[in-house]
């Protein structure tokens, strides 16, 4: 038996829809400027750029309900929808045709980000990891088992603060598919049951206030409905 000097911390899981089991989050993946008016909006040119991929620590990961703290060091907390891939059999170097195979299953996912702290880290060449991998900055609804959901190539991907539309867009509008997600980063890391990665977001990306109310969705695949709180 393995003796530690402190009780680990709680496994991070997510919840599976319709079921008393929990889904255990090994490491989380984030594509970048994955749609095109998103890369747009940030100012690059979506077309010359092959998927490249920055992490989150697990336990970010927490249930889209509730209150989500407003995080310090920040004064632009921004929004970004996502639908996320929860990766449920071990592959490396993955061919793309084979990808799917590797899928348990699908939610929806938010990639919180303080981006005056990103905007500073891009300027100064710095990585972007204070920006991006803060406490509950990845809120995911429950998943859903490939079996109920099937691969979803299209569907409508949304998000709403306090009721106003702020981002929108279809899953058909990805730069690179999830099947192509998958293979590209398996080339560089081995991936494992447990692993999530989150698939880039639509534009529309905005700030969020102490207050407000997010709820978020993709057609066929879930929704998610948080409020925004004062730490």
Same mark, same amino acid.
């Given at each position: 038996?393995t003796?530690?000097v402190?009780?680990p911390?709680e496994t991070?899981s997510?919840a599976?829809?319709d079921?008393d089991s929990r889904?255990p989050v090994?490491?989380v993946f984030c594509?970048?400027?994955?749609?095109s #008016?998103?890369?747009r909006?940030?100012g690059h040119d979506?077309?010359? #750029?092959p998927?490249?991929f920055?992490m989150?620590?697990?336990?970010a990961?927490?249930?889209?309900?509730?209150?989500i703290?407003f995080?310090?060091l920040?004064?632009?907390?921004h929004?970004?929808v996502?639908?996320v891939v929860?990766?449920?059999k071990?592959?490396? #170097?993955?061919?793309?045709?084979?990808a799917?195979d590797h899928?348990?299953?699908y939610?929806?996912g938010i990639?919180l980000?303080r981006?005056d702290?990103?905007?500073q880290?891009?300027?100064l060449?710095r990585?972007?990891?204070?920006?991006k991998?803060?406490?509950?900055s990845?809120?995911c609804?429950?998943?859903?088992?490939?079996?109920?959901?099937?691969?979803?190539?299209q569907g409508k991907i949304w998000?709403?603060v306090?009721g106003?539309?702020?981002?929108?867009?279809?899953?058909d509008?990805?730069?690179? &598919?999830v099947?192509?997600?998958?293979?590209?980063?398996s080339h560089?890391?081995?991936l494992?049951?447990?692993?999530?990665?989150?698939? &880039?977001?639509?534009? &529309?990306v905005g700030?969020?206030?102490p207050?407000?109310v997010?709820?978020?969705?993709?057609?066929?695949i &879930?929704q998610? #409905?948080?409020?925004v709180a004062?730490r």
């Amino acid at each position: 038996m393995t003796r530690y000097v402190f009780t680990p911390s709680e496994t991070p899981s997510l919840a599976v829809q319709d079921s008393d089991s929990r889904f255990p989050v090994r490491r989380v993946f984030c594509v970048g400027r994955n749609y095109s #008016e998103h890369a747009r909006e940030m100012g690059h040119d979506p077309d010359r #750029e092959p998927p490249f991929f920055f992490m989150k620590p697990a336990d970010a990961v927490v249930a889209g309900q509730g209150q989500i703290p407003f995080p310090p060091l920040t004064r632009e907390l921004h929004h970004e929808v996502e639908l996320v891939v929860a990766i449920g059999k071990a592959g490396q #170097e993955i061919a793309p045709d084979a990808a799917l195979d590797h899928v348990w299953g699908y939610g929806v996912g938010i990639d919180l980000t303080r981006r005056d702290i990103q905007a500073q880290a891009k300027k100064l060449g710095r990585p972007w990891d204070w920006a991006k991998g803060f406490d509950y900055s990845a809120p995911c609804s429950a998943l859903r088992p490939v079996s109920a959901v099937g691969h979803p190539g299209q569907g409508k991907i949304w998000l709403n603060v306090n009721g106003t539309v702020r981002q929108t867009g279809n899953l058909d509008e990805q730069i690179w &598919g999830v099947a192509e997600v998958i293979s590209h980063a398996s080339h560089s890391v081995g991936l494992q049951p447990g692993d999530l990665i989150f698939t &880039g977001t639509p534009a &529309g990306v905005g700030a969020l206030q102490p207050g407000d109310v997010v709820t978020a969705g993709i057609d066929g695949i &879930g929704q998610i #409905e948080f409020s925004v709180a004062l730490r």
